[in-house]
């Protein structure tokens, strides 16, 4: 069996359950995070959402996952979720549909990103809501994020890759 190799091998669920085909953002530079609405780290949406307004005419964008395990802190449904984002954050960048990102029901995207770049001192599994990852347009991970690396920090690397 081949090994997936960039994103591009890889899909998203959407909110209403239809498959995105990550082969679609192919070209791109990517900012992939898991996210929770009920998290002290929300209010980086706001900072998200900057970081698209100001990049995604050059070919970025940001693909949130809201994830519920961590605290719970992403107990609401897809329309909950993202009439939260909206009213706010004023959120425009697109929401996928809710996934687990450790364990035995991880995503397979979230099981690539973590083993391209694991964490401090070589750990894999994500430690909290808000952990990002950078992907370059050839689809490869560039960079992991911990929860408290705010948005609008990133924004030199992200440059450099456009």
């Known amino acids: 069996m081949p090994t997936l190799k960039t994103i591009a091998d890889f899909n998203a ?8 085909a990550l082969a679609d953002k192919a070209g791109k530079v990517l900012l992939v995070v898991n996210t929770a609405s009920k998290c002290g780290f929300t ?3 706001k900072g998200l959402e900057a970081l698209w307004q100001k990049y995604r005419d050059r070919g970025f964008e940001v693909i949130a996952f ?12 897809a329309d909950e979720i993202a009439e939260f984002c909206e009213v706010n954050f004023g959120l425009s960048f697109p929401l996928m549909g809710k996934i687990e990102v450790n364990g035995p029901g ?4 979230f099981d690539w990103l973590k083993a391209e770049a ?14 990002k990852f950078l ?3 050839e689809g490869k ?7 408290t690396d705010k948005p609008e920090g990133l924004a030199k690397d992200i440059e450099a890759l456009l």
């Open 106 to 109: 991880a995503d397979p995207l």
């Open 43 to 45: 209010p980086q949406y």
């Open 118 to 131: 694991p964490g401090v001192l070589g750990t894999k599994k994500i430690k909290w809501n808000f952990t």
């Open 141 to 147: 991970v560039v960079r992991r994020y911990g929860p």
């Open 135 to 137: 992907v370059d347009r």
């Open 13 to 20: 669920t959407l909110p209403n359950g239809d498959k995105l």
């Open 66 to 77: 809201p994830c519920n395990q961590f605290g719970g802190q992403e107990p609401g449904s």
